[in-house]
């Protein structure tokens, strides 16, 4: 499963961006031009499950770059949440994409830490608890389908645990 995912992100990664670059709702022939957040985090987890060393430095220029593209306007609503392609920065159509990304960031700070360094750790810490947070304001706000209303508590609980934030996995649970 690694290097199909591994492939598939290599067919539409582009050499200009070196991100990943496709349309939900574009059929196969057509250009895929944008740059999708979550398809891009998930492609730098396989990279990270390769455990080759280019791949590995791949994955830490793509964080890198992608970190960028969170909302950090604590006026903003959709504050700690991230847009859905990297285009529509700093607007952010979908109230619940910061969580699926969330997930991902989860995975890689609990089986990458000690290969991505320090820096990266901890701006990949910041980014993981203010998308869980946004989540989990966003939900009391206005509640969500049950699949993204589980993937928020087990996010929360499971960040909770990772940082050592007990009232945050107590909030998952709530």
């Known amino acids: 499963l690694l290097e199909l995912a591994l492939n598939s992100g290599r067919k539409r990664k582009s050499q200009q961006t070196g991100y990943l670059h496709h349309c939900y709702h574009l059929v196969?022939?057509?250009?895929?031009?944008?740059?999708?957040?979550?398809?891009?985090?998930?492609?730098?987890?396989?990279?990270?499950?390769?455990?080759?060393?280019?791949?590995?430095?791949?994955?830490k220029t793509i964080l890198e770059g992608l970190l960028h593209f969170q909302n950090h306007n604590p006026q903003d609503?959709?504050?700690?949440?991230?847009?859905?392609?990297l285009h529509d920065f700093p607007n952010c159509k979908?109230?619940?994409?910061?969580?699926?990304v969330a997930a991902v960031i989860y995975w890689i700070l609990k089986?990458?830490?000690q290969v991505i360094g320090q820096d990266l750790k901890k701006r990949l810490e910041e980014s993981l608890l203010l998308s869980v947070k946004h989540a989990l304001i966003t939900y009391r706000e206005k509640p969500s389908s049950y699949p993204t209303a589980v993937k928020?508590?087990?996010?929360?609980?499971?960040?909770?645990?990772?940082i050592g934030d007990n009232q945050l996995a107590d909030e998952g649970t709530v």
């Open 28 to 59: 196969e022939n057509e250009p895929h031009l944008p740059i999708p957040l979550t398809e891009n985090f998930m492609f730098a987890l396989a990279l990270l499950r390769s455990r080759l060393v280019e791949n590995i430095q791949e994955a």
């Open 77 to 85: 609503q959709s504050y700690g949440n991230f847009p859905i392609y």
């Open 94 to 100: 979908d109230r619940f994409i910061g969580i699926q």
């Open 111 to 113: 089986q990458f830490h």
């Open 152 to 162: 928020i508590a087990t996010t929360a609980i499971a960040t909770g645990h990772l």
